[in-house]
């Protein structure tokens, strides 16, 4: 009998960053891998403890504007660690404060300044928290597949809940996750929603992201394995008739 494969996934600063029940990313991620007996070692990052950096896949969420300033004294300690696993190609999935956070810069409605970690070539600017601004409601999005494998998504659109009042506007050394068909994306005047930079995935969407979209929660474990074991071609099919029913009806009902 072949020996379970294994991957190790590290949630960071969940007591913080865990806005609109971003933990049923790990949730799915672990029910997943366990369907096709590949084992989940989960290790929660906290702050002030050292950088786990043997992962195979990182997690950090979404917070308020205070967590996110109590989380970046603490993040830039570890830039460098994080900086050279990205670079060599380990999987992170960075929603909503995790996806500013890895930009550039963060500059929230007060006019405060969070420099990010500078990973990905993004900047974020919270106009004066004006309702106007604010992007929130479900949202449609077509994955872009230059940036993503498309032999490996059983569904061509990512499906979610954005509300962050952040606007984020991509630079030339990162691509966007996916084309916005119904909703607002990273800002209210362009048409792009998240950002993909190697193996690192960044997006606004909560749901969570992973449970309405089994497809790409498949794609990161296919990534993570694929880097691990080298020799890993494909994920075993499992039934998802449910889910994906799920996603199918929220796109009918909001093209």
Same mark, same amino acid.
């Given at each position: 009998?072949a020996?379970?494969?294994?991957?190790?996934?590290?949630?960071?600063?969940?007591?913080?960053?865990?806005?609109?029940?971003? &933990? +049923? $990313? *790990? !949730?799915?991620?672990?029910?997943?891998?366990?369907?096709?007996?590949?084992? /989940? %070692?989960v #290790?929660?990052?906290?702050?002030?403890k050292?950088?786990?950096?043997?992962?195979?896949?990182?997690?950090?969420?979404?917070?308020?504007?205070?967590?996110?300033y109590?989380?970046?004294?603490?993040?830039?300690?570890?830039?460098?660690?994080?900086?050279?696993?990205?670079?060599?190609?380990?999987?992170?999935?960075?929603?909503?404060?995790?996806?500013?956070?890895?930009?550039?810069?963060?500059?929230?409605?007060?006019?405060?300044?969070?420099?990010?970690?500078?990973?990905?070539d993004?900047?974020?600017?919270?106009?004066?928290?004006?309702?106007?601004?604010?992007? &929130? +409601? $479900? *949202? !449609?999005?077509?994955?872009?597949?230059?940036?993503?494998?498309?032999?490996? /998504? %059983?569904? #061509?659109?990512?499906?979610?809940?954005?509300?962050?009042?952040?606007?984020?506007?991509?630079?030339?050394?990162?691509?966007?996750?996916?084309?916005?068909?119904?909703?607002?994306?990273?800002?209210?005047?362009?048409?792009?929603?998240?950002?993909?930079?190697?193996?690192?995935?960044?997006?606004?969407?909560?749901?969570?992201?992973?449970?309405?979209?089994?497809?790409?929660?498949?794609?990161?474990?296919?990534?993570?394995?694929?880097?691990?074991?080298?020799?890993?071609?494909?994920?075993?099919?499992?039934?998802?008739?449910?889910?994906?029913?799920?996603?199918?009806?929220?796109?009918?009902?909001?093209?």
């Amino acid at each position: 009998m072949a020996r379970a494969k294994k991957i190790k996934l590290i949630h960071m600063y969940p007591d913080l960053l865990n806005l609109y029940g971003d &933990i +049923g $990313n *790990i !949730i799915t991620l672990e029910k997943r891998c366990s369907w096709r007996n590949i084992h /989940l %070692e989960v #290790n929660r990052m906290k702050l002030g403890k050292s950088f786990p950096n043997k992962g195979d896949i990182y997690f950090i969420g979404g917070g308020q504007d205070e967590d996110e300033y109590e989380v970046y004294e603490d993040l830039v300690k570890h830039r460098y660690q994080i900086k050279r696993l990205v670079d060599k190609g380990v999987v992170f999935l960075c929603v909503c404060a995790g996806f500013q956070l890895f930009g550039k810069y963060f500059i929230d409605g007060r006019g405060r300044k969070i420099e990010g970690l500078g990973i990905l070539d993004v900047v974020t600017k919270a106009p004066n928290n004006s309702v106007r601004d604010r992007c &929130i +409601g $479900n *949202i !449609i999005v077509n994955i872009n597949k230059a940036k993503i494998n498309k032999k490996k /998504l %059983e569904r #061509n659109t990512l499906v979610g809940f954005e509300n962050h009042i952040g606007q984020t506007y991509l630079g030339k050394k990162v691509k966007h996750l996916g084309k916005v068909i119904s909703g607002k994306g990273n800002n209210s005047e362009d048409i792009f929603e998240g950002a993909v930079y190697k193996n690192l995935f960044a997006s606004y969407l909560h749901g969570p992201i992973l449970s309405k979209n089994p497809h790409f929660a498949d794609y990161l474990i296919w990534l993570a394995l694929k880097r691990k074991y080298k020799h890993i071609r494909k994920l075993a099919k499992l039934d998802s008739k449910e889910e994906f029913e799920a996603h199918d009806f929220v796109v009918e009902n909001l093209k």
